[in-house]
């Protein structure tokens, strides 16, 4: 079964509540997810899922969040989901060049209870964990 990291940054709540309703999302697919934390999160435990989504606000992800997604980069499928910003270029630009065009950027706005953000990032998950061979997508 196919496990998928979710890291939210832990100061905003409504990081933790996207994160909550994407695991739930993805459990109607049959694929696992763990939630936890940026600051508890390390590059060598996140190694081991099949895919890492980087969920929270504009601003969090030019931290640890980002070394996670480069860390992670090239080995497994990433994505940031970020909530209540709508300038996905911006955090694309924080980026390496040869990462830009690899890594989708999803968002979810600020007061949305279901967002289509949430959706398009299940079906690129689902996308991705079976191109990878581990399941067919239907």
Do not use: C, N
């Amino acid at each position: 079964m196919d496990t998928v990291a979710l890291v939210h940054y832990q100061r905003d709540a409504r990081a933790h509540a996207v994160a909550l309703e994407l695991a739930a999302q993805l459990h109607k697919y049959e694929i696992r997810s763990q939630i936890g934390d940026v600051t508890h999160s390390s590059a060598h435990e996140l190694i081991y899922f099949d895919a890492l989504v980087l969920i929270g606000p504009l601003h969090f992800s030019r931290m640890h969040g980002l070394a996670l997604i480069k860390a992670a980069f090239g080995f497994r499928p990433v994505a940031l989901l970020l909530t209540g910003a709508t300038d996905t270029d911006r955090v694309l630009r924080l980026l390496p060049k040869h990462m830009r065009t690899g890594v989708p950027v999803f968002t979810v706005g600020p007061e949305e209870v279901v967002s289509p953000g949430i959706d398009a990032l299940v079906t690129w998950l689902r996308s991705m964990l079976g191109a990878g061979g581990y399941r067919s997508v239907s």
